[in-house]
């Protein structure tokens, strides 16, 4: 196993334990499990009781950072190149993942909570630390090769249906919000308002500052808005009874405490920055009833049959509209009749913690093993920068392990250099192109190091078999990495360049 391969492994084993955790602490608490009695009486966990399992706007903000930062100090093409390499390895991952998602799906419900279920969908918020120098990986396992420079016609497109989907979905959040708003007034009924405030104090929500409003344009509850301070649970004007009226509220508020319109907006964002796979529309539907399963199942724990039977009438009598990043009691016909078998006949599931917990270590240890190789150029462009190798000495040869220190270079090997021309045409001739992904490219089955003296000073060259590293020992120190295509000619290298015992 390969330092690469355990650090990924150790890493993913810690966070996918800190994923199991994250489920099953929160279980317990919407449980009820973590309070202690003392007699008759119950001390309250403090804190709020529903709490988001993942939050959505992880990596979305990731790449938008990204982005800002590689503009600043890297150009538009350096940025380019960045998201480029971010979300190839982890988009195709997340397409990839959501597919198998959806065909084991219906078998995992039948076993694990609800809860778990609509957190698997969210689970890929967290890939980008696979981006990150510990969870770098050796070598690409499959390389998928874009001639030319079609890669870049191929990213407009996409951008620009990214930018479509994602400003579309946004613009229609916002005139859906500016609709049901338009004439919505504070509720003041005190009976509403006597359940609003036990919903609340329910859900130990301390200082809300969510307002609860009623509008004549919504046929269902819902909850609308991404920021606490500017959310707004809507009512329709039309009566409840009391115990309805419970079980509206308390559904809005842990859709609220859960932080689920972020996560409908990060589902809406993989679906923007995958929008040309028709799955991941799909995915974005099922990701959406488990949301809606999920909240189900915490309303009714520990409700009686009648209570069950009130709730499944009332999403029956609810024409449900979720457009946006919006939630609302009833939002899908498709998904009525499982959710209405879950009310009426519940039946008892684990928390699902393991679960996540493993479906997170395998994502994580199976993304980034497909690489994108695109654009090229030849050494002489990259490496020389013109055909004068005149300027170009070679000055050390060492085996080593991509290190420049002699703990690096296996110093009990001399070279002869029988034709230092030969070994520069040879360079100039390699053709180099860009990659996607996070990898070392360490433990080839052969590596070299070269120092050159240039005209602008020491270039270091590690060379390993599909892989070269440029090295600018300047003022303005830096690394550049480059993918051979053709991979390297080691027989012909041996030819110039001799090794000898000393």
């Not at 999920?294 to 457009?323: F, I, M, N, Q, W």
Request: charged fraction near 20%; hydrophobic fraction near 45%; include cysteine.
């Amino acid at each position: 196993m390969s330092q690469e391969i355990f650090l990924r492994g150790l890493g993913s084993c810690v966070f996918s334990f800190i994923m199991a955790w994250l489920v099953f602490s929160r279980y317990n608490r919407e449980m009820g499990r973590e309070s202690t009695e003392t007699g008759s009486e119950r001390a309250e966990t403090d804190g709020q009781k529903y709490l988001p399992y993942i939050p959505g706007s992880l990596l979305p903000l990731y790449l938008l950072l990204l982005l800002v930062l590689e503009t600043v100090f890297c150009g538009i093409t350096g940025a380019a190149k960045s998201v480029l390499s971010v979300c190839f390895g982890i988009f195709l991952h997340i397409s990839v993942y959501y597919f198998i998602l959806m065909l084991v799906l219906p078998f995992v419900r039948k076993h694990i909570s609800a809860r778990a279920c609509a957190m698997l969908w969210v689970l890929p918020n967290y890939l980008y630390i696979t981006l990150q120098s510990y969870m770098r990986l050796p070598r690409p396992l499959l390389v998928l090769s874009a001639p030319g420079n079609l890669v870049w016609i191929l990213f407009g497109i996409w951008f620009v249906g990214f930018f479509v989907v994602l400003t579309g979905k946004t613009l229609q959040h916002l005139a859906f919000h500016r609709q049901i708003l338009r004439d919505a007034v504070p509720v003041t009924d005190l009976e509403i308002l006597s359940a609003w405030e036990e919903a609340i104090e329910e859900a130990q929500i301390k200082k809300p500052k969510f307002k609860l409003v009623a509008s004549p344009h919504v046929r269902t509850p819902l909850s609308v808005g991404l920021f606490r301070r500017t959310m707004r649970v809507v009512l329709p004007q039309k009566d409840y009874e009391p115990e309805e009226l419970s079980l509206i509220l308390k559904h809005e508020i842990i859709h609220i405490a859960r932080e689920d319109s972020w996560t409908k907006y990060f589902l809406v964002f993989c679906t923007a920055m995958c929008w040309f796979n028709p799955l991941m529309w799909i995915a974005m539907k099922k990701s959406a009833e488990d949301m809606e399963l999920s909240c189900d199942e915490t309303v009714l724990l520990d409700a009686d049959a009648g209570t069950r039977k009130k709730y499944a009438a009332l999403l029956l009598d609810t024409a449900g509209d979720d457009r946006g990043f919006t939630t609302c009691l009833s939002a899908s016909a498709s998904a009525m009749r499982y959710r209405l078998k879950s009310i009426v006949k519940p039946v008892k599931r684990r928390s699902g913690a393991l679960i996540v917990g493993l479906v997170f270590f395998l994502l994580c240890m199976t993304s980034g093993y497909v690489s994108l190789v695109y654009g090229g150029a030849t050494g002489a462009e990259i490496i020389y920068q013109s055909g004068d190798y005149s300027g170009y000495h070679l000055w050390s040869v060492g085996k080593g392990e991509g290190g420049y220190s002699d703990a690096g270079i296996d110093l009990s090997i001399a070279y002869d250099f029988t034709d230092e021309a030969a070994f520069h045409e040879y360079l100039a001739g390699l053709t180099l192109s860009e990659f996607t992904g996070n990898y070392s490219f360490s433990k080839s089955s052969t590596e070299f190091i070269y120092l050159l003296d240039t005209p602008d000073g020491l270039l270091g060259i590690d060379l390993c078999d599909n892989y070269i590293k440029l090295t600018y020992f300047a003022e303005d120190y830096k690394q550049t990495g480059y993918y051979i295509t053709e991979g390297v000619d080691w027989e012909y290298l041996g030819t110039v360049i001799v090794g000898r015992e000393e």
